[in-house]
């Protein structure tokens, strides 16, 4: 897979299918059920990815001795 078709995934992953999805949000187009469960999907991956990407970074920090009295 060559660069530009990457890049134009990456494009098309990271805007155009958010802003279509916040477009048909916007002009009523999805039922209230999907629009609900987008939502509740948002909201869960950001609680995940915060949750996970501290125990990661504390996990690191451990793992490396950052805290330890030795240094």
């Not at 958010?18 to 991956?45: C, K, R, T």
């Not at 950001?46 to 125990?55: K, M, Q, S």
Request: aromatic share 8%; charged share 10%; net charge positive.
């Amino acid at each position: 897979m060559n660069n530009l078709t990457k890049m134009l995934l990456t494009i098309v992953v990271a805007v155009v299918i958010p802003l279509v999805v916040l477009l048909g949000i916007w002009m009523d187009i999805l039922p209230q059920s999907v629009q609900v469960a987008i939502g509740m999907i948002g909201v869960i991956s950001a609680i995940g990815f915060i949750v996970i990407g501290n125990l990661y970074l504390m996990w690191s920090d451990i793992k490396t001795g950052r805290y330890s009295k030795n240094s």
